[in-house]
């Protein structure tokens, strides 16, 4: 709890910190030749002006790579005048391919954040399209053409509250509990819940943990998985679909073992009978 006051204070003062360990990761990526492809010269330069004489943390000495799937590029040619777009205010003009094979021409939109996705290794940008009311995400590697539009400042406040109303809409609140005996493992289960919003609360008279996640309902299953990653650590306490969701995860895990228990034993008492 002491380290976790801590984190947030520094947070709240705009404070970064960090760890030996993540500078020697940082500076490793920096290395990688799309690093050059995603910073600007100057923001590269800086980085590794910073990282000068950290220590190189060489993932080889431990690590063996033995297969994968074909990797794409982890930066895109749109991330840095998309980047300039959103940092400006900007709305952008863009033509690109959408899922029936067609191509939707010219469409105004203003784009407000970048994503990338760890399953589908894919850039997305999201963007609130104003003549339909509606967020809007796609692909970068669909998009055949764009160019920045100049909006007034009206307008683009306008927008920001448009898609402030949208995201808190989409958006719903999870309480996960953490069992008082893993209470020494806080850190590492907020770090597993770190993608989202979230408060603490900590009730000192049971000794419990109770985290606070916002997030949006098509992140529910990422949510999920997380939990089931935890396992017995942490539990959710007022939602009941997904309490039954996890239970019946739960159920078709203990059904597999004890169907390969059953049949080792009786693949046992045949043994014993020849």
Not at 2 to 24: D, K, P
Not at 114 to 139: C, D, I, N, Q
């Amino acid at each position: 709890m002491f380290n976790y006051q801590i984190m947030t204070r520094l947070n709240e003062t705009g404070v970064f910190t960090w760890t030996s360990q993540e500078r020697a990761w940082l500076r490793m990526m920096m290395e990688h030749p799309a690093a050059q492809e995603a910073l600007s010269p100057e923001t590269w330069a800086k980085l590794n002006h910073m990282l000068d004489g950290e220590q190189h943390l060489n993932l080889q000495d431990y690590l063996t790579e033995k297969a994968k799937s074909e990797e794409r590029s982890v930066s895109h040619p749109l991330l840095r005048p998309l980047r300039q777009i959103i940092l400006q205010g900007q709305g952008f003009q863009m033509t690109g391919r959408i899922r029936s094979g067609r191509t939707s021409q010219e469409q105004f939109g203003f784009p407000y954040k970048l994503e990338y996705s760890m399953v589908k290794k894919e850039w997305y940008v999201l963007w609130y399209a104003p003549h339909f009311g509606r967020l809007m995400s796609t692909k970068l590697h669909s998009i055949t053409k764009l160019e920045a539009r100049s909006i007034k400042p009206e307008a683009a406040s306008r927008y920001k509250a448009s898609i402030a109303l949208l995201t808190e809409k989409r958006k719903t609140t999870l309480t996960i509990e953490v069992l008082p005996e893993f209470n020494t493992e806080l850190s590492r289960i907020l770090y597993a819940f770190s993608s989202f919003e979230r408060q603490v609360e900590y009730n000192e008279t049971q000794q419990i943990y109770r985290i606070l996640l916002k997030v949006s309902r098509n992140e529910i299953d990422y949510v999920l998985s997380k939990m089931r990653f935890l396992g017995k650590r942490v539990r959710i306490i007022n939602d009941t679909a997904l309490q039954e969701r996890m239970s019946e995860t739960a159920a078709k895990v203990l059904a597999r073992y004890e169907q390969s228990e059953s049949a080792q034993v009786e693949h046992e008492t045949t043994a014993q009978a020849d």
